[in-house]
């Protein structure tokens, strides 16, 4: 068998390389399959005011409670997801999930939060995207600016066009953009104005270094962000110290392990308006 597939490709199948395909392929089974019988669950995780630490909304982050291997993380199927171009469907259920949260807290009567949902830049992307949230707040009878949906910079620049016109498209229903992780992606800077977005969330690799004092990385994202009027969440805050830098800056919001951990939205509706 080596001598028909030749040198190269016998180093290329190691075994390490076929353990990663079969789990590929595995995955993508289970995907569909998970879809269909309900193994996902949206964890609720806190945004807060820098300030003082209410709770304003929260992101909804997802969780697969896998049959026979228990508990795997997003990122070891949202890659896969996406590969497969299942994120698109995956998404979509998602997105439906939380929205019927949104409408169940309605219901009981909660104040109103926004919620705001990771979408992979492939499915947004596209135009159906549009019909698609106009359906899910026609179908749940969202209130105005109950969701906001977060996108990685790389999503949003390889189509400019596309991107705006979607974000157009979503502006009567007052969906909130939040450019996910900024500062890790392109970061061309250029591109920023030109997109009708409403938040920046810095990502936490920038967070982590502050330690001492503001930073000059931080400050000029809060900087750019206060010109180009944008509100920006620091992501990741895991330390007081952190958290009291950025009380001494403009930053408004924030999130991160110091506070409050993702959680079952049994748990994330009590801390609506609460203090952290
Ligand atoms: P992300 O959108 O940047 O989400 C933030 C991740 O950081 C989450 O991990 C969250 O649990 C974690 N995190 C929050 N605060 C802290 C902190 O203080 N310290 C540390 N060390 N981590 C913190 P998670 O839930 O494992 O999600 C990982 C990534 O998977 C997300 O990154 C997002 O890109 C993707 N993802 C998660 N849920 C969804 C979803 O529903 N749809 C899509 N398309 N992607 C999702
Ligand atoms: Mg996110
Ligand atoms: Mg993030
Ligand atoms: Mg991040």
């Not at 795997?72 to 199927?77: A, E, I, L, R, Y």
């Not at 949230?133 to 620049?157: F, M, N, R, V």
């Not at 110091?258 to 009590?270: F, T």
Request: some cysteine.
């Amino acid at each position: 068998e080596a001598k028909s597939t030749g040198r190269g490709q016998v180093r290329f199948f190691n075994d390490t390389m076929r353990k990663k395909l079969k789990s590929h392929a595995d995955i993508e089974n289970d995907l569909q399959h998970g879809i269909e019988h309900n193994e996902f669950e949206l964890y609720f995780q806190p945004i807060f005011t820098i300030q003082d630490c209410t709770v304003v909304g929260f992101e909804a982050l997802v969780r697969w409670h896998h049959p026979e291997k228990g508990f795997v993380s997003p990122s070891d199927f949202i890659p896969v997801a996406e590969h497969t171009g299942q994120i698109i469907n995956l998404d979509l259920h998602l997105l439906e999930l939380a929205a019927q949260h949104i409408a169940k807290w309605r219901a009981q009567g909660k104040r109103f939060l926004r919620i705001t949902v990771n979408v992979s830049s492939r499915h947004f992307a596209s135009l159906d995207f549009v019909t698609q949230i106009h359906a899910l707040y026609e179908k749940y009878q969202l209130p105005l600016g109950s969701l906001c949906l977060e996108i990685t910079e790389s999503g949003l620049i390889e189509n400019l066009d596309l991107a705006t016109q979607i974000i157009e498209g979503l502006t009567p229903l007052e969906v909130k953009l939040c450019l996910d992780d900024f500062g890790t992606g392109y970061s061309a800077l250029g591109y920023l104005h030109q997109l009708p977005i409403h938040i920046l969330k810095i990502d936490k690799s920038f967070i982590d270094h502050l330690t001492k004092s503001n930073t000059p990385l931080v400050d000029a994202i809060l900087s750019l962000a206060q010109s180009l009027k944008l509100d920006v969440v620091a992501e990741g805050i895991e330390q007081q110290a952190q958290l009291s830098i950025l009380q001494k800056t403009h930053c408004k919001y924030g999130q991160g392990f110091l506070k409050a951990r993702p959680m079952p939205a049994n748990e994330a509706i009590l801390l609506i308006d609460k203090v952290l």
